[in-house]
């Protein structure tokens, strides 16, 4: 071996060497650090939910049946005082064209007037299509009553529709349409970004590990003493006091990287859809289960009871219903895991459904098995 190594040049050498520790460091897991940016985020720079009612126009009569929704009439009715157009009293409109509407969009921290956002549109009527509509002008409003945008424009549908004779074919969903820039940005909302020289950062996910390696991140970068945690979510930053020096600052602090914790062991169970999901560290520890399928099948037939010959019985309708139960066998089943994969292989050798699962891990949880936080939605 000695005289193989002696024969091969050194500048080959010097790349069997890369290659190799190369191969050593694939083996190794790699730690993923994240940015603080996706960790946490400066409190105060949120979106503000905003919500409008409009009407949409110029639909080729899907619009709503004015006798059901007798708000559409009238909110037409008073649009069309406002522009100069008196109606006769008593008039009585049947629109098929016009479709009453909800606006809704989210105004972006750092909006300035004449900024443009998308807006979605939603019908609250019986409109069957809000496809080649024109929405109206209509000023969106904040959870205090201002107005900080208004909305117009035509109205785009993802979906299609068709019907004939009865039978109908639709594809995707024609009541909720999007305008893109369909809104206008009226009034500004204040956002304050460190006013009193300091900023405070939020965790996402409130974690004491995480915040305080956040923090020794920011003391290592910039200097000891900048960040101080508050508690388990929020960390105080001292920040300069120039916006354009305050703004640098806070693109150098987010864009270090941090190694985060670990994720608690959960499993969620949405009991509407049986949707079961675990992250990878749940584990169960050592327990015996037996699951069985228990089924009552109820059959009804109809028994008709007929009156003898020259009788003045009646024909009389009855039923006759048969009880029936069904239990298979559950099989006493060990299981056991140190992993995600474990317990997967472990529940689905019982056969286990999804829906099965939900009394499974309750039962689990409950004789202190699973070890993780079960949480149902």
Excluded: W
């Excluded at 940016?37 to 110029?58: E, F």
């Amino acid at each position: 071996m000695r005289d193989f190594l002696l024969m091969i040049s050194p500048r080959r050498l010097a790349a069997l060497m890369v290659l190799l520790l190369l191969l050593l460091a694939a083996t190794i897991a790699p730690v993923h650090a994240q940015r603080i940016k996706d960790l946490a985020a400066v409190q105060g720079v949120r979106s503000n939910q905003l919500i409008g009612y409009g009407l949409v126009v110029g639909l080729d009569g899907t619009g709503d049946q004015t006798t059901q929704t007798p708000f559409t009439v009238q909110s037409l009715t008073t649009m069309l005082s406002q522009l100069g157009v008196t109606l006769p009293p008593g008039a009585s409109l049947q629109l098929k064209n016009v479709a009453a509407v909800m606006i809704t969009t989210m105004l972006p921290p750092f909006a300035t007037p004449g900024q443009a956002i998308d807006v979605t549109v939603s019908s609250i009527g019986n409109a069957k299509s809000l496809r080649g509509g024109t929405l109206l002008l209509t000023p969106l409003k904040g959870a205090d009553g201002q107005v900080y945008a208004v909305a117009q424009g035509n109205v785009l549908v993802g979906g299609v529709g068709a019907a004939a004779g009865g039978s109908s074919v639709q594809v995707n969903h024609l009541s909720v349409g999007r305008i893109s820039g369909g809104a206008t940005v009226e009034r500004a909302v204040p956002t304050p970004l460190g006013g009193d020289g300091d900023i405070h950062l939020g965790v996402h996910n409130s974690d004491f590990t995480t915040t305080h390696r956040i923090v020794d991140a920011i003391n290592s970068h910039v200097g000891a003493g900048t960040a101080a945690a508050v508690d388990g979510r929020t960390i105080r930053v001292s920040a300069p006091q120039a916006a354009g020096e305050r703004v640098a600052f806070l693109a150098r602090i987010e864009g270090l990287e941090v190694q985060a914790a670990a994720a608690r062991a959960r499993v969620i169970v949405n009991a509407r859809t049986g949707s079961v999901v675990m992250n990878q560290a749940v584990s169960v520890d050592i327990c015996a289960v037996a699951h069985g399928n228990l089924s009552v099948v109820i059959t009804t037939e109809p028994v008709i009871s007929q009156p003898g010959p020259f009788s003045a019985g009646q024909t009389v309708q009855a039923e006759r219903s048969q009880v029936e139960i069904r239990q298979d066998k559950g099989l006493l089943t060990m299981v056991r895991g140190a992993n995600l994969g474990d317990v997967v292989k472990a529940l689905n050798a019982i056969g286990a459904t999804p829906q099965d699962l939900l009394a499974i891990l309750q039962a689990m949880k409950a004789s202190g098995a699973l070890r993780a936080e079960l949480e149902i939605i």
